[in-house]
């Protein structure tokens, strides 16, 4: 066990790829874990793979691009456990499409679930943070697009990019209690474990060949950052946003 033992963590999206790799990772540094996603059946799945590392586990599905599910996320998991040290906002989507046949309902999805939920998580767990005196940590997560577009995304990146915005002033409000926010910022991350759909082996090639490190990124670098923002030794880091790309944001293509 590592220096998170004692402390439990609320992950969002956490029966796949980035989120389910970070609750992993977070529970064999020692953390207790909840684990929240939209299929009941995932949830459990996830919970039994965690308390395999000997932590334990909770599961509460939740859909939060309902944002009723996610004041009912925050709600059931206090009411679950003792305290929450740390929150984890991972879960995101983009449903892709130009931005002027961009719908209202899909406006309303992929806010809900990138900026809104996680919000609403924050604002929930910092109250009881703050009550607690716990010296606790959020974690937030944006995207690449939120500085260099993605192609028809522009709800998803703007989302992001005030994703990045609220960890700042978060982290201004909430320092004064010793509480710490941060957000990672993941790259190409082709192979996350259990994704829908990896690259295909062309568009992973370009990506190889314009990351300057040398190879495209995976689940274990991203859940790596979100560790160390979590640990006791990093309680005088806050308001940071942390890009995790192999310098590919420092390239510009030739070819």
Not at 196 to 205: E, G, L, Q, T
Request: include cysteine; charge should be negative.
């Amino acid at each position: 066990m590592g220096d998170l033992q004692g402390k439990i963590a609320l992950v969002t999206g956490s029966t796949r790829g980035l989120g389910r790799t970070t609750a992993e990772w977070l529970g064999k540094d020692g953390a207790s874990v909840i684990v929240s996603g939209r299929e009941v059946e995932a949830v459990e799945e996830s919970v039994q793979a965690i308390k395999a590392l000997g932590v334990q586990a909770w599961g509460v599905p939740a859909d939060l691009a309902r944002i009723e599910d996610a004041h009912q996320l925050a709600e059931t998991a206090l009411a679950m456990v003792p305290q929450v040290d740390i929150l984890v906002n991972n879960a995101g989507m983009s449903i892709r499409g130009r931005f002027w046949e961009v719908s209202d309902a899909d406006w309303d999805y992929q806010t809900n679930v990138n900026y809104r939920s996680p919000f609403i998580l924050a604002q929930q767990m910092a109250k009881q943070m703050i009550e607690r005196e716990i010296r606790g940590r959020i974690v937030n997560f944006s995207t690449i697009g939120a500085r260099a577009c993605h192609t028809n995304a522009l709800v998803y990146d703007s989302a992001k990019g005030a994703v990045e915005t609220m960890t700042r002033n978060m982290a201004y409000e909430l320092g004064p209690y010793g509480i710490t926010v941060n957000c990672v910022v993941p790259g190409a991350i082709p192979d996350r474990p259990g994704a829908i759909r990896n690259f295909d082996p062309d568009k992973r090639a370009y990506y190889v060949r314009h990351i300057p490190i040398g190879r495209a990124g995976c689940a274990e670098d991203i859940a790596n950052a979100v560790r160390f923002f979590c640990q006791p030794d990093a309680g005088f880091i806050s308001g940071e946003t942390l890009l995790i790309d192999g310098a590919h944001s420092t390239y510009l293509p030739e070819d």
